[in-house]
């Protein structure tokens, strides 16, 4: 996809068609690749700081932000990749990205996945902070909610993530208000 690219359109629900399965795999794959190869960088010395690997959890990103709409906002931590991936973003991306290259999302001011394009890709950058995504998703769904905008919202949390006030509050806020925000 060219930067200026929007997400792809979901299949129907309950579409499993041969062609969004092989979709489904080259995504789940792709994000195996790009980690085993960041991992390479990382123990060779290339990738500073840490190196964060959602092995084993693929299906989880990439089933996700396959089945948001365009319109839809996502805010993927840093085991997420194949849900930036799916959003557009391409393996160079990532990796000038970790190698802080300027010609990276972030223009190599960060080592990491910290890059977004919410209003293009409808992707949040990623907030280090445990538990911090839960209530900025939450409060722009509300935001969505309150000028009739139909869009939802979706990050993904950890464990460590449930013992932070911002996800106690955001949650709450979320379930207060009723709006359409995923929680992963």
Do not use: W
């Amino acid at each position: 996809m060219s930067p200026k690219s929007t997400p792809r359109k979901p299949a129907p629900a309950g579409d499993l068609s041969p062609a969004l399965q092989l979709e489904m795999y080259r995504y789940l794959r792709l994000q195996r690749a790009v980690e085993e190869r960041a991992e390479k960088l990382y123990k060779g010395g290339h990738i500073h700081g840490g190196n964060f690997s959602g092995r084993g959890q693929e299906a989880i990103s990439v089933g996700t932000a396959l089945a948001l709409e365009p319109q839809d906002k996502v805010a993927p931590m840093i085991r997420n990749l194949g849900a930036v991936l799916v959003r557009g973003y391409s393996a160079k991306d990532i990796f000038s990205s970790f190698l802080a290259k300027a010609t990276s999302p972030n223009g190599g001011k960060d080592n990491s996945s910290h890059f977004g394009d919410v209003h293009g890709r409808g992707v949040v950058a990623c907030i280090s902070m445990l538990g911090t995504l839960v209530p900025v998703m939450t409060g722009m769904a509300l935001a969505a909610k309150l000028k009739k905008k139909p869009i939802v919202t979706l990050t993904y949390v950890g464990d460590g993530t449930t013992s932070t006030g911002e996800f106690h509050e955001g949650l709450n806020i979320a379930a207060l208000y009723q709006v359409p925000f995923v929680l992963v």
